[in-house]
């Protein structure tokens, strides 16, 4: 409404004019994206990834749902899954050329060569954890694993495979190469490479 | 061939993982034939030196030994003329433990899961038997650790557990039942801290009651993994809780396994082992 140009006194705030409120409220209107902003900041838990592993150790049971948060988005409906079609091109099992495809070929020579390595490391896991295809801080892909519900630190989690056994015993029972000979068909490469590009999987 | 005797195993050799034999077979009966006919059949006899369930064969002392008697040598080393771990037997049925552990659970558990720990703990132990220095057995710790323990922890559940018909879950009188009321005020207080306590572990690993020599008393304690109890402890009653050992009845739901399995307890084997332990 328009700036108010008698001096009106305002109803709501009976000891102020209407025209003082009006400025005011003008104002607030202006710097309120900021001040959002800041709020925003302050009350959002910082990314618990970066904090140094001193504090992050006492915080254990947490990660579970970082790791778990990052595995459903990495993993998507296959091509060929009717019900769910494709997400904008891109299926479960399926990658495309372009920039990930790129990386995996040149740091493992082929995604054959990857699904290899990637899956007898995480055999290898002497317990419970996880297996990731991560980008280090030299631009290389690499494949790590965590123990139990450690996340991904100090690299971007690209891909990231729960080796739990509630992850796949009752399916596979003990045999964990048919798991993960499985669950490539419906890895979410497009999402994987959505992380590789923005060096980050909080997107 | 002609009809003749049944082919003989003239001899056999090993080579890698099999033993290759050779059989000749000669056909002599035949009334027209000047002299018999002698025809060597080599028959490739494909012996697995180890079954996927039943004992083990020393096929890895053997190859050590000779390779150590070839060279001159004969020291022994770990692994090479030490025993060969074999998967022991159940005492009791697979579905003996139903309805508190189902008998898919003890058939996977047993023929699977406690199997890899034994094939790797012989294959960790013979490549010990080899390595000549430090780093090799250094690198090898883990995989010793890992199967090492699986395969003691796994032999001592067998036995921890019995079915109710034989004694499971039934604590009598006697020195544990005592111990347990001292250290824990009751045999119910001891279950329900004990459930906790396992419950709570982080990831893979193992419930312990464990007799702590050094303060003479029952303590609950827990292992990561594979890890077996060490000293200052004596295991006394040890439960798996990889979700291996329960997932497939109870799923997520780890209190209702560690409730069921209480009545399967074998506590009369748990107090040998306290016997033994206070002795």
């Given at each position: 409404?328009?700036?108010?140009?008698?001096?009106?006194?305002?109803?709501?705030?009976?000891?102020?004019?209407?025209?003082?409120?009006?400025?005011?409220?003008?104002?607030?209107?202006?710097?309120?994206?900021?001040?959002?902003?800041?709020?925003?900041?302050?009350?959002?838990?910082?990314?618990?990834?970066?904090?140094?592993?001193?504090?992050?150790?006492?915080?254990?049971?947490?990660?579970?749902?970082?790791?778990?948060?990052?595995?459903?988005?990495?993993?998507?409906?296959?091509?060929?899954?009717?019900?769910?079609?494709?997400?904008?091109?891109?299926?479960?099992?399926?990658?495309?050329?372009?920039?990930?495809?790129?990386?995996?070929?040149?740091?493992?020579?082929?995604?054959?060569?990857?699904?290899?390595?990637?899956?007898?490391?995480t055999i290898g896991i002497q317990g419970s954890g996880w297996g990731w295809?991560?980008?280090?801080?030299?631009?290389?892909?690499?494949?790590?694993?965590?123990?139990?519900?450690?996340?991904?630190?100090?690299?971007?989690?690209?891909?990231?495979?729960?080796?739990?056994?509630?992850?796949?015993?009752?399916?596979?029972?003990?045999?964990?190469?048919?798991?993960?000979?499985?669950?490539?068909?419906?890895?979410?490469?497009?999402?994987?490479?959505?992380?590789?590009?923005?060096?980050?999987?909080?997107? | 061939?002609?009809?003749?005797?049944?082919?003989?195993?003239?001899?056999?050799?090993?080579?890698?993982?099999?033993?290759?034999?050779?059989?000749?077979?000669?056909?002599?009966?035949?009334?027209?034939?000047?002299?018999?006919?002698?025809?060597?059949?080599?028959?490739?006899?494909?012996?697995?030196?180890?079954?996927?369930?039943?004992?083990?064969?020393?096929?890895?002392?053997?190859?050590?030994?000779?390779?150590?008697?070839?060279?001159?040598?004969?020291?022994?080393?770990?692994?090479?003329?030490?025993?060969?771990?074999?998967?022991?037997?159940?005492?009791?049925?697979?579905?003996?433990?139903?309805?508190?552990?189902?008998?898919?659970?003890?058939?996977?558990?047993?023929?699977?899961?406690?199997?890899?720990?034994?094939?790797?703990?012989?294959?960790?132990?013979?490549?010990?038997?080899?390595?000549?220095?430090?780093?090799?057995?250094?690198?090898?710790?883990?995989?010793?650790?890992?199967?090492?323990?699986?395969h003691v922890n796994h032999s001592f559940f067998w036995k921890i557990l019995?079915?109710?018909?034989?004694?499971?879950?039934?604590?009598?009188?006697?020195?544990?039942?005592?111990?347990?009321?001292?250290?824990?005020?009751?045999?119910?207080?001891?279950?329900?801290?004990?459930?906790?306590?396992?419950?709570?572990?982080?990831?893979?690993?193992?419930?312990?009651?464990?007799?702590?020599?050094?303060?003479?008393?029952?303590?609950?304690?827990?292992?990561?993994?594979?890890?077996?109890?060490?000293?200052?402890?004596?295991?006394?009653?040890?439960?798996?809780?990889?979700?291996?050992?329960?997932?497939?009845?109870?799923?997520?739901?780890?209190?209702?396994?560690?409730?069921?399995?209480?009545?399967?307890?074998?506590?009369?084997?748990?107090?040998?082992?306290?016997?033994?332990?206070?002795?």
């Open positions: 409404m328009d700036r108010p140009t008698q001096p009106i006194r305002s109803r709501l705030f009976p000891n102020y004019s209407q025209t003082i409120l009006h400025d005011v409220a003008i104002i607030f209107k202006q710097f309120w994206p900021f001040l959002n902003t800041i709020l925003k900041r302050a009350v959002r838990p910082p990314k618990i990834c970066h904090r140094p592993l001193a504090v992050i150790g006492s915080h254990k049971a947490s990660y579970c749902h970082i790791n778990h948060s990052l595995f459903w988005k990495n993993l998507a409906p296959h091509a060929s899954n009717a019900a769910y079609g494709s997400t904008g091109g891109w299926g479960g099992g399926v990658l495309k050329p372009g920039p990930l495809a790129d990386a995996i070929n040149r740091d493992f020579g082929s995604l054959e060569e990857l699904q290899k390595q990637f899956n007898a490391a295809l991560v980008l280090d801080k030299s631009g290389r892909l690499v494949i790590t694993t965590t123990p139990n519900q450690d996340p991904v630190i100090d690299s971007v989690p690209i891909i990231g495979v729960d080796i739990w056994e509630h992850a796949f015993y009752l399916q596979y029972k003990n045999v964990k190469p048919d798991y993960l000979a499985a669950i490539w068909h419906v890895i979410n490469f497009e999402e994987a490479e959505k992380r590789l590009v923005h060096k980050s999987a909080n997107l | 061939m002609d009809v003749g005797r049944w082919p003989m195993i003239s001899g056999c050799g090993r080579a890698s993982h099999d033993v290759i034999c050779v059989a000749t077979s000669s056909s002599s009966f035949s009334s027209t034939a000047s002299k018999p006919q002698k025809r060597t059949v080599i028959v490739a006899v494909s012996i697995r030196m180890y079954s996927l369930a039943r004992t083990t064969v020393a096929r890895s002392s053997i190859t050590t030994t000779a390779r150590g008697l070839a060279a001159g040598r004969t020291r022994f080393v770990a692994g090479s003329a030490a025993s060969v771990h074999t998967l022991p037997d159940l005492p009791y049925a697979y579905d003996a433990l139903e309805p508190h552990i189902s008998a898919e659970i003890m058939k996977l558990h047993h023929t699977k899961h406690h199997q890899t720990y034994v094939n790797g703990l012989n294959a960790a132990e013979e490549s010990y038997g080899k390595a000549t220095t430090t780093q090799q057995k250094i690198a090898l710790q883990s995989a010793l650790k890992f199967n090492g323990g699986g019995a079915p109710a018909s034989s004694g499971g879950g039934q604590l009598a009188d006697g020195p544990l039942k005592a111990a347990i009321e001292k250290d824990f005020g009751s045999v119910d207080a001891f279950k329900k801290q004990f459930n906790a306590t396992t419950a709570a572990i982080q990831g893979s690993g193992w419930g312990w009651l464990g007799y702590n020599k050094d303060r003479k008393k029952l303590e609950i304690v827990t292992t990561a993994n594979q890890d077996p109890l060490l000293a200052p402890h004596v295991p006394i009653i040890g439960v798996d809780i990889w979700e291996h050992a329960f997932y497939l009845q109870y799923k997520n739901v780890k209190p209702d396994y560690l409730a069921a399995i209480w009545n399967v307890v074998n506590f009369k084997q748990a107090e040998t082992h306290f016997r033994d332990a206070t002795k």
